[in-house]
């Protein structure tokens, strides 16, 4: 199956900063989605973009296809961006989602 | 438009026992998938329901297994319950066709004794 790694594991931020997290994968994907799933479990779903550069708000994610990465760029981050980021492909674009391990991130006030 | 509702939020089982989740599906969305979450680890895929059907499973074994209805709300139901089974068992739903509309419930902790 498909390979998912994701980096850092681990993130802490001061409020304000900004920060690049990164997603690996080893194969071709038609999906790809970023998640962020807050203290009570709810994983909420961020971006699909299986190429290209989308934004929403603070968020940016930029995904290249063609080299197996993906990034999410977090901005100006808030305390409330707290939690853990995952990274999901399918090789269709409804079916089954391969997640990577998550970045657990940590805005301190 | 509603969300997708999970019940119960937490349960306590005991080895050997077996357990059915419940899931709704977000208004308007015919596919569900279910997938287990491990503490500290990303989601895994158990399998996925379209029009009553299995339409994908995962690398879990027979014990897990599951129902669609007809108004597109699912049950997962495992049986012979182990203490591995132990996890977050969250429900995914979306559109045939449209993967990026998964919209994610709260899950189900689910702790085995």
């Known amino acids: 199956g498909i390979q998912v790694e994701q980096s850092p594991p681990d993130l802490i931020l001061q409020e304000g900063a900004n920060s690049t997290l990164r997603c690996n994968f080893s194969?071709?994907?038609?999906?790809l989605q970023w998640f962020h799933q807050n203290p009570w479990g709810q994983l909420i779903n961020l971006f699909y973009i299986p190429s290209g550069t989308k934004q929403n708000g603070r968020l940016s994610a930029t995904t290249v296809a063609t080299e197996r990465y993906s990034l999410l760029y977090i901005s100006s981050s808030q305390t409330t961006d707290s939690g853990v980021y995952f990274c999901?492909?399918?090789?269709?674009?409804?079916?089954?989602?391969?997640f990577g391990a998550g970045t657990q991130v940590v805005v301190t006030p | 438009e509603t969300g997708v509702t999970q019940s119960p939020t937490h349960l306590i089982k005991t080895r050997g026992q077996q357990v059915t989740l419940r899931c709704s599906s977000q208004s308007g969305h015919n596919t569900v998938s279910w997938y287990q979450q491990a503490l500290g680890q990303g989601p895994q895929f158990i399998f996925q329901?379209?029009?009553?059907?299995?339409?994908g499973r995962g690398n879990f074994p027979p014990r897990f297994s599951g129902l669609q209805f007809p108004n597109y709300s699912s049950e997962l139901n495992v049986n012979a319950l182990e203490l591995d089974d132990s996890a977050l068992y969250l429900c995914?739903?979306?559109?045939?066709?449209?993967?990026?509309?998964?919209?994610f419930g709260s899950g189900t902790r689910l702790t085995v004794v």
């Open positions: 995914a739903s979306s559109l045939s066709g449209l993967g990026y509309g998964y919209t």
């Open positions: 999901a492909v399918g090789a269709d674009s409804w079916g089954k989602l391969q």
């Open positions: 329901y379209y029009r009553e059907e299995e339409n």
């Open positions: 194969d071709s994907v038609n999906n």
